[in-house]
């Protein structure tokens, strides 16, 4: 299914875009996805395949995806709701809030046995978290090549999309015993600071996170399928979700919706997206579009325009970034999101943003072409490098361009 009705991309060239992603389908590289591009008022949307490998459910629209790490982004917002409230503050100590997270302690080495410390240099600060800065994060090694490594594991803090098995204070507590990796503030490192944002979002305003979210972005925005679990009803509208045996390549089932685990919220509500947000194209790309909007919606405003333009800046100094090329490629972070630096391929950028998550999904904004794109997969990344598919989307979709 593919509607061409204009905004500045051309039907031959948005053609192309449905046969590429049709191919994908086609070679058993993803079961189905949905595809929707957004310019200048004009939605065009593909969506092809099925729900599940075995079954003849086909993908449509409304279906229903876990999208993982593109969570990170709708926390980032929240929080920054909350500066513009001024209940946070960019540079403020989280430690009153977070006081499991006061008086870190910092390895000498990432090597070393976790009692080797020294003090950290200053509290963590509500920056820190939304660049990623916090000090601790997901470790790229073999399992288990480190002590903080296996720490990490052993206490359950990250299991990945799974999440972890404890509610938000128990999980802060254990994080809080452990100690950092970086001094604050002085490196990138993916995914754990936006779990803390999630539970420093919840304490500052005073309800748990999913009701904030919901009330301050969902509803507003229109986006009545999001949100950490489904009602029973839509529970049929929920894509099965795949990853890629390692040893054999075969596409494996990770999780059924039919299985039990999504008619309820989670133990943890993450906000870095393990297990995360479940959603469909049309709405995430509502959210998309109201950052595209610098913050504006039919309705009002969520953000402030300062407030997109400050999330949807680079914050990052090359030596935060160094050894971490692999995730952010062609760019830097923002708070919550990736910005594109340069274009070094047709399907970056200069100035887009957004981000990937890695049971398949994928969205970014470009203010200069005032273009959304989202694709929705239910096949898990295989590694840092997103998929073929992606690049492959963001290539056609750019090459439609008309104007």
Not at 126 to 145: E, S
Request: glycine residues 12%.
């Amino acid at each position: 299914m593919i509607e061409l009705t204009g905004g500045g991309l051309s039907p031959k060239g948005l053609d192309r875009m449905r046969a590429v992603m049709a191919g994908a389908v086609e070679r058993g590289e993803v079961p189905g996805l949905v595809a929707l591009v957004y310019r200048r008022g004009e939605t065009h949307a593909v969506a092809t395949g099925t729900t599940a490998v075995d079954g003849d459910v086909p993908v449509g629209r409304d279906t229903i995806f876990r999208i993982a790490s593109l969570t990170k982004p709708i926390t980032a917002t929240a929080a920054m709701i909350l500066v513009e409230e001024c209940r946070l503050r960019l540079d403020d100590p989280v430690d009153d809030l977070l006081p499991e997270l006061a008086d870190r302690r910092v390895l000498r080495s990432i090597d070393g046995p976790l009692d080797d410390t020294v003090p950290a240099e200053r509290p963590v600060t509500v920056r820190d978290l939304l660049t990623f800065r916090l000090g601790l994060g997901a470790i790229f090694a073999p399992p288990g090549t480190y002590p903080i490594q296996r720490a990490l594991a052993e206490t359950g803090i990250d299991r990945g999309p799974d999440g972890p098995p404890y509610a938000a204070d128990e999980w802060i507590e254990r994080l809080g015993a452990l100690p950092l990796v970086h001094q604050p503030g002085a490196a990138w490192m993916y995914h754990t600071s936006a779990d803390v944002l999630g539970v420093l979002i919840a304490r500052a305003a005073g309800r748990p996170l999913d009701a904030f979210l919901r009330e301050r972005i969902f509803e507003p925005l229109g986006m009545t399928d999001t949100g950490f679990h489904l009602a029973a009803d839509k529970l049929d509208r929920m894509a099965v979700s795949y990853q890629t045996d390692l040893e054999t390549g075969a596409i494996v089932r990770r999780d059924d919706p039919r299985d039990g685990a999504w008619d309820r919220p989670p133990v943890f509500l993450s906000g870095g997206g393990g297990p995360g947000l479940i959603t469909t194209a049309d709405d995430y790309l509502s959210f998309c579009r109201m950052l595209l909007n610098r913050g504006r919606y039919d309705g009002g405003r969520i953000l402030s325009r300062p407030a997109v333009e400050l999330m949807t800046t680079d914050h990052l100094t090359p030596a935060q970034k160094a050894g971490n090329e692999i995730f952010l490629g062609s760019g830097g972070w923002g708070f919550g999101l990736a910005v594109d630096s340069r274009r070094d391929d047709l399907a970056t950028r200069p100035g887009r943003f957004g981000w990937t998550g890695g049971l398949g999904t994928s969205a970014y904004t470009d203010p200069a072409e005032g273009l959304v794109g989202v694709l929705l997969t239910q096949r898990a990344m295989s590694s840092p490098r997103p998929p073929r598919v992606f690049q492959d989307f963001w290539t056609t979709v750019y090459a439609a361009i008309d104007d």
